[in-house]
């Protein structure tokens, strides 16, 4: 057990950006519980140490203000204070802080760096040193009381209690919807990358405006208010949520509101331990992002997206297959298969074949001191050419300027990089080793190099595609994996939650919500989609436990036997496809893109695994029938299709071309 904690405590440190678990600070629980859940810890342990670490959520704090009322507020409102513009000049914010005892701490309420950078855990949260006996009894009161009122029947609650879950409930939520930047920044003093963090403070605050929205909804305010004062809040610089979100969870919620009922819903909560108590889905194991229970007393688990542009995977490649690794460990995959993922899928890989390319197009340049004038009268006094080609009027003007040296130069690096810090000292920060890299591929990518001698830029892209022949070829190799990576897409597609709900004893409904397009992902739609549909009817009728089980097992095996991984050669992006089992030897529906891309050319590469436009059109539908769907949306999804298809021309080695004009036809046919 004690193993078990100190590597629970080791990974939450090395989450947290700073390196410094704070119990107060509601992004760092998150965390903690995404940690505990995902090294198999009971939901009700998780949910009494959140209970206990959460305590000091909705204290309030009582003050005077300047002309002498009395006023009292929630300490997590007076930590906000400190980053209001308005804050040195404001003394109400400053008393309220000043009797929080926040004025001698730092805007997350630690106290002075000395201590703050303490990584000791305490046996107990709220221990303090200096505490009298008496604040110590007082609080071990107050976390005796809120152990009894979690452990009691939910269904014996009294209206008080109630009460008390609820207001828990809507403060975190309300927490989440204003989380600012500012307190990330605090988090962020650590090194390292922090892209993870982000997506979820982004996605939390989004969610959260679905519930307040629902909120606003019930107590009958109208669409107006709700967007203006969503929009207070998406129109600070300082905030997560953004105006797509905005929308997206007015949709959402209107879409809740109309397909449940407004004076239908009960209650509104999110997925904490207080609002799970509340309605009694203490484990309800489903990936719902929040919850309904209607006065008919049916709880209904809801999963928010903002919209159907949904990705498994989407960031740098290292961070992407630390997370692979994990889904396929929980997976049950031998511990040599994990070894021979990290080695096939190793980024470094991909770094000195990009490194290769590079010398390759020096050591050409070298032999062809023509064409190194022609790119130097090219871009010479054309700012407006150098941004277009490079993205930047002047962050590559002093490599375009001397590229007859550094052709010469190279490989030695460090020399060429040397000679144009001191040539160009005023932008030295941009002269550097990294940049020198993406330029040489720049180089290779425009022309006159990109038609004279296309061979440069294929040989730069290589590796990209390389890296998701290597992705793509491992799990084929492997079965173990293949399966892992299998049930990867259908929880992605919350297949199971949907299906098979109605089974289980702690949630009585699902549904998944795409906000922007007002759509939910329907059951009949997963099973026509997967070729289940007769199977899920038996199980719907099936009336024996035993061999309802047994058809549920069949119906999953199906669903997963159903999913095909697979990469073309020469193209950078694989293809998760659901086999078509009237026509075999077709392709089948093309619903996950994966693979990896440099952007820009040069750089670490990225790894996305995300749903296709496709299946997005088809999941709005409701088919995956082209020639059934709306014809303004088909021709919608046709252009955008194009659109993205012409785009990706611009990067694509001469194979992709072929293969991507073939598509073109065919989209162009429909």
Known sequence: MHSKLNSIWLDWRAKVPN????????YHLVLLKELCLSKGVDSDIIDNVMLVLEEVDGKKIKWTDKDGQAKETSLDTIKQYQYDKDFKSNKNKQLAVKAAGLDDKDKNGNEPDDQSNQSTIKSDPFEKGDEDQKDVDAKSDS?????????????????????????????????????????????????????????TAESRAGEAAVHQSLRWLKEGKDEEFIRNELMKIASKKDTYLDKEWVEAAIQSSNFISETYGLDNIEEIVWDTPAGRHLINVKKHGTSSDMFIKLESGKRVGISLKKDTNVFLMNGGAATQIKKMKKILEAAGVDQSILDAFDEQTNPDIHRKQREKAMDRTSSAMKGNPDVVKQIMDKYEGNSQLQKEDFDSETKYAPFIDNLDHIFETLPEEDEVIAYLKEKYPDVAKNINKDNLKKFIHKIAKNEPIRSTLPELYDDARQSDIDYTRRFSEFFKNNPDAQRGLRVTVLHGMHFEDALFNGENPNLDDFVTVYGKEKKDLNVKFITDTFGVSDLYEKWQNERNPKKKGEIKKQILKQAEESIIIDHEDGKRQGEIRIKDRKNEKGKGLHIFSFGTRSKPLGGAPGLEMGQTTF??????????????????????????????????????????????EEELKYIESL
């Open 615 to 660: 299946m997005g059109n088809s999941i709005i539908e409701g088919t995956t029938d082209v020639s059934k769907w709306d014809d303004k949306r088909k021709n919608k999804w046709k252009r955008q299709r194009i659109k993205e298809l012409n785009s990706n021309l611009e990067y694509a080695t001469r194979d992709e071309k072929i293969s991507i």
């Open 19 to 26: 390196g410094v678990p704070n119990p107060s600070n509601d």
């Open 143 to 199: 976390k005796a009381k809120r152990k009894s009122l979690f452990d009691k029947d939910s269904s014996k609650l009294t209206p008080e209690e109630k009460s008390t879950l609820r207001k828990e409930d809507h403060n975190n939520t309300d927490g989440a919807l204003n989380y600012t930047k500012a307190q990330w920044k605090i988090d962020s003093k650590k090194k390292g990358e922090k892209g993870v963090g982000l997506g």
